[in-house]
C-alpha cells in the first residue's frame, strides 16, 4: 500500500456585525478579530471543500 498526503481546504462563509467610521476600518476590524480567532466556525457554515493530493 502506498501512502498519500491529501491536502484538504474548507472554504467558509459567515456574516459578522462589526461597528466602524468607515467601510474600510470595519473590514480591518473583522480581519484583526478573524486573525485573533474571534470566529469560530461550524460545520454549517462550510460552502466549500477541496481534496488534492500533495507531491
Request: proline share 4%.
Amino acid at each position: 500500500m502506498k501512502e498519500f498526503y491529501v491536502e484538504i481546504t474548507e472554504i467558509f462563509q459567515k456574516t459578522v456585525k462589526v461597528e466602524a467610521e468607515d467601510g474600510d476600518n470595519a473590514l480591518l476590524r473583522a480581519r484583526e478579530r478573524y486573525d485573533r480567532g474571534e470566529y469560530s466556525v461550524k460545520p454549517s457554515e462550510i460552502v466549500a471543500a477541496e481534496f488534492d493530493i500533495k507531491p
